[in-house]
């Protein structure tokens, strides 16, 4: 354990989810299987730059009600809620949805389905303004999410003017090609495709938005944690929107 932090939940079946709070700031964080689930003040308000990317994308849209696949630590959905956004999140484990309660402020207005997100959304009659895809098995996306045919039928579920899609990517490095080729499979569903992200950087993340993305705004930071702020705000000035390579 690190100096000055508190293990809030060494789950005793599963020794890789740890969840920490550290005693000076108050900052909440998630690890499961190595990985960083996710990193929030004491109020649930998210500490990391992607997140607020897709938070401002989605209020510049304007969305009202938001499709979440992925739950993390459900920074996402507490800080849409706190505008008065609906939020629905789907995960396919049920421990994620909890402690995303438990530790980092989910709302109970927040609607949850402990699912798989494209079976979810097979299933689903409902229409979003926005879906959002945060959700990984190790460094990738599952395979089900991958399929054309997942992509046909999140564009199913949108509707408005201002519908958008939009996907959290990890990337390695600036030689990773994963981001790129992922944006390509999405122009084959959508005409217009953005992809944000940082070059320089190792082990970041991208933004893909699909649908009506074409006045997005770079991000700027509109939601401000208890502490990080200027952090924040320089990590969100590093990010762009850039070409596609090849």
């Not at 979440?68 to 609906?86: E, F, H, K, S």
């Not at 402020?105 to 926005?130: I, S, W």
Request: glycine content about 8%; some cysteine.
């Amino acid at each position: 354990m690190k100096l000055g932090n508190r293990r809030l939940h060494p789950d005793k079946g599963d020794a890789s989810l740890v969840i920490e709070q550290n005693n000076v700031s108050g900052r909440v964080s998630y690890w499961y299987g190595g990985a960083h689930q996710s990193v929030a003040d004491a109020h649930g308000i998210s500490l990391a730059d992607y997140i607020h990317a897709i938070y401002w994308f989605l209020r510049q849209t304007r969305a009202r009600n938001v499709l979440m696949i992925g739950c993390g630590g459900g920074t996402l959905a507490t800080m849409l809620d706190r505008d008065g956004v609906n939020v629905t999140v789907v995960d396919i484990d049920a421990r994620s949805i909890e402690l995303a309660r438990r530790y980092f402020n989910l709302p109970d207005a927040v609607t949850t389905h402990v699912a798989d997100g494209a079976e979810f959304l097979r299933r689903t009659r409902g229409k979003y303004d926005a879906i959002v895809l945060d959700a990984y098995n190790g460094g990738d996306f599952p395979d089900v999410f991958k399929k054309p045919a997942y992509l046909a039928s999140v564009k199913a579920h949108l509707t408005g003017a201002n519908a958008i899609y939009l996907e959290n990517m990890l990337v390695d490095d600036d030689d990773d090609r994963a981001p790129d080729n992922r944006a390509r499979l999405l122009q084959q569903i959508w005409p217009d495709v953005r992809l944000l992200d940082c070059d320089g950087w190792v082990d970041r993340n991208a933004v893909i938005a699909a649908g009506a993305v074409r006045g997005l705004r770079k991000p700027k930071l509109i939601l401000r944690p208890a502490r990080g702020a200027k952090k924040l705000e320089r990590e969100l000035d590093s990010l762009c929107f850039r070409r596609l390579r090849s």
